[in-house]
């Protein structure tokens, strides 16, 4: 990465000249020795404008921990590079109990300094991931100290017993304004290769790269996508199938072989769990996090009262959970109105699309409605495709909704004040995932179960579908890219970096992997709660996934900063809300089979009749309690199937069991080794002491 090349000790001096310029040349190092052992891993620090007395103070801190520095001084801003060599990195993965594989050996164990050339791989450069090299910078970033009383005096507010990144990011005012690690051009060059033409979506993507250099965390993100997109071709194909083999006279609302495909999409939803779950637990396994606890990682922003832990006996930070529990009720308060704004923006929505039709529905509102009608401005027959706008418009702004409830969840939930990472995380998706899923799947849900209308149903699937992923390509990918390409050919024009050099991470957007994991789940509820509906959808998403995985790996290494690199064993709470969608789906599906639609009818028409005024089916007489029967008793049926499956297939494959199995084996038998060899070292010196005690010359025989 090139930065403005500068000197700290005279930042105050450059930035007083109004007219210096960023020269996009190889940053000066700062206060290091010519002796200095190379550098692994870089974290930007950014400290904007800062009192020289600041940076001064900063720089020895960072220093006495270790670390190597590098100064980049701007008329707008300084930042520090700090850099890490490997013995830095080694004593943080001994002190965080890493494990590693022995040389030769089937063992993983707990990495030690002393040990060091016991573990693979030998050479130094290649013993950490760049993942791994990049998330211990931090770890030990965290754990430098800082002079509170000095920062007072300076007139920051700054909280105490924090992390060192978190308590000065966080303070009034902040004296870092941004953290990130750096991209290694290098390597991301070596990525990019990655990108190339197949036919299954996400073929070319290997994986172990991908870990290598992000991390977990990223890797199980997109080993789902890859897992997505080659399951789905099943149920892609038979869609396709039904589709195209579909008689033109019959529609979504009359087809009798769609509840057959609604039984193949829910023994496909809950199949591709139970195999996804046992492919997480050889990724776990192969990438040694199968042991990783959630629970460890604790929040540097957690606080409470100091007590002694009844166990440990150590002082611990308590949080009462009656405290957290009205921080709950606050949470679901502060969603109340953003929910009453997703709940207009689908009345305006749907009126403006015409699908309000009955005068009676509780959200008809006629002034919205007429532009609708036949001859309306968005209306159906409208000319230059007007009818396209309230469904677009809707879309967007429902996006910004979103946007605005992100900040509101995220703050909510830091009140929540939770113990560890996990909890957190998984507080902040169940909040957005209710939110979301309430404003995509609420129209969708009242055109189906309260108007009892599929092809309207089918028609706004659609249209949303498309609608939501031609955005998502565009303002998550394209646009953050051409910008950032905008910048760099200014700075060509101006001389500040040239044709060769990497996209510097200053111009990049902050990489948010949350939305990403939430738009494929939305997605994934389309296919699956109305596949009654939208047959088609799986073959559509099959399209779109082959776009999404190139569009989602291309912006992480062309148009967004590095992650931090994040360890994990699976894909944590989505999973969860997964199943969630896959249950559900079996009951909308057998609704909409039912009561939405006239598929039920096509095999069973005794049991309806036609409405002489409208001539829509309605249950006859007498009969409908056997259609509710049926429905339900078809639901009950197909989750009692899903329990089975559920039960009778192992979360984790043989081979996999096995080899930990293996592996805690070995690790108790070095165990009992060890406590052997220290208690035969503690008789031998027990017993030459004895000797010496007792005196006398010993004899030959002896």
């Known amino acids: 990465i090139f930065f403005g090349g500068g000197d700290l000790s005279s930042a105050s001096a450059n930035m007083a ?61 300084t930042a520090l590079i700090v850099s890490a060599d490997f013995d830095l990195l080694a004593k943080e993965a001994e002190k965080r109990k890493w494990k590693k594989a022995l040389k030769n050996s089937e063992e993983v164990i707990e990495f030690t300094v002393a040990a060091k050339d016991k573990f693979q791989p030998s050479d130094r450069q290649n013993f950490f991931s760049s993942a791994e090299k990049t998330l211990l910078l931090y770890r030990a970033i965290q754990d430098a100290t800082y002079d509170v009383a000095f920062l007072k005096d300076e007139g920051y507010r700054v909280e105490e017993n924090k992390g060192f990144l978190t308590a000065l990011l966080s303070s009034k005012p902040a004296v870092i304004h941004e953290a990130y690690p750096l991209h290694n051009p290098e390597e991301i060059r070596d990525l990019s290769s990655m990108l190339k033409y197949s036919f299954l979506p996400a073929k070319s993507l290997n994986l172990d790269r991908i870990r290598n250099y992000f991390g977990e965390e990223v890797a199980f993100y997109f080993g789902w996508m890859n897992f997505y997109a080659t399951c789905i071709i099943i149920p892609a194909v038979v869609g396709m199938a039904m589709y195209l083999l579909r008689p033109s006279d019959t529609s979504v609302d009359t087809d009798p072989y769609l509840p057959f495909f609604s039984v193949i999409m829910a023994i496909w939803g809950v199949l591709f769990l139970i195999f996804w779950q046992r ?34 006996q150590k002082p611990t930070i308590y949080y009462p959970k009656w405290k957290r529990r009205l921080w709950y009720l606050f949470s679901f308060l502060a969603m109340l109105p953003l929910l009453a704004l997703g709940v207009g923006m689908m009345t305006l929505s749907l009126n403006l699309n015409g699908y309000v039709k009955s005068t009676e529905s509780p959200i008809y509102v006629e002034f919205l409605a007429q532009f609708a009608q036949p001859g309306g401005l968005f209306a159906s027959d409208s000319p230059y495709f007007l009818w396209l706008v309230p469904t677009l418009a809707h879309s967007i702004i429902v996006n910004q909704i979103n946007q605005l409830y992100s900040k509101v969840a995220e703050k909510c939930t830091d009140l929540e004040n939770h113990r560890t990472v996990h909890k957190w995380h998984s507080s902040l998706v169940v909040k957005r995932v209710f939110f979301e899923c309430f404003d995509c799947f609420m129209p969708l849900f009242y055109i189906a179960f309260y108007q009892l209308d599929v092809v309207t149903l089918r028609a706004e699937i659609v249209s949303l579908f498309t609608s939501d992923e031609i955005r998502r390509v565009m303002v998550e990918t394209m646009i953050p890219f051409v910008k950032s390409l905008f910048v760099k050919k200014v700075q060509l024009k101006t001389g500040k970096t040239s044709e060769t050099d990497h996209i510097p991470d200053t111009i990049l957007a902050e990489y948010d992997q949350f939305d990403d994991y939430l738009e494929m789940v939305i997605q994934f509820g389309y296919i699956t709660l109305f596949a009654s509906a939208f047959p088609l959808g799986a073959a559509v998403t099959l399209l779109f996934l082959y776009v999404e995985v190139r569009s989602d790996f291309f912006k992480l290494i062309k148009a967004y900063r590095r992650p931090l690199p994040m360890r994990a064993r699976n894909i944590g709470v989505w999973y969860d809300v997964m199943v969630v969608m896959v249950f559900t789906a079996i009951l909308t599906n057998c609704a909409i089979l039912g009561f939405s639609s006239e598929q039920l009818m096509q095999w069973m028409p005794w049991l309806f009749t036609r409405d002489v005024s409208d001539g829509d089916q309605m249950m006859a007489l007498g009969s409908g309690r056997y259609v509710v029967g049926i429905v339900f ?51 031998r010196e027990e017993g030459s002491t004895a000797a010496g005690v007792g005196g006398g010359a010993k004899t030959k025989e002896e």
Do not use: M
């Open 633 to 683: 008793g078809f639901e009950h049926l197909l989750l009692v199937v899903s329990i089975v499956f559920y039960c009778a297939v192992q979360p984790v494959p043989k081979w996999v069991r096995l080899s930990i199995a293996r592996r805690e084996y070995l690790a108790k038998e070095r165990l009992a080794k060890d406590f052997e060899g220290r208690g035969s070292g503690r008789g």
């Open 17 to 77: 000249a109004s007219d210096q310029e960023l020269r996009w040349r190889p940053a000066r190092t700062i206060g290091k020795s010519k002796d200095a052992k190379p550098q692994v891993a870089h974290y930007l620090l950014s400290l904007g404008s800062p009192k020289q007395s600041v940076t001064d103070h900063l720089f020895p801190l960072l220093r006495k921990r270790g670390f190597s520095c590098r100064g980049v001084v701007t008329k707008d801003e």
């Open 279 to 312: 492919r997480c637990a050889v990724h776990s396994f192969q990438w040694n996090t199968y042991s990783l606890s959630s629970s460890d990682e604790l929040r540097p922003e957690y606080h409470g009262d100091i007590c002694t832990d009844p166990v440990t």
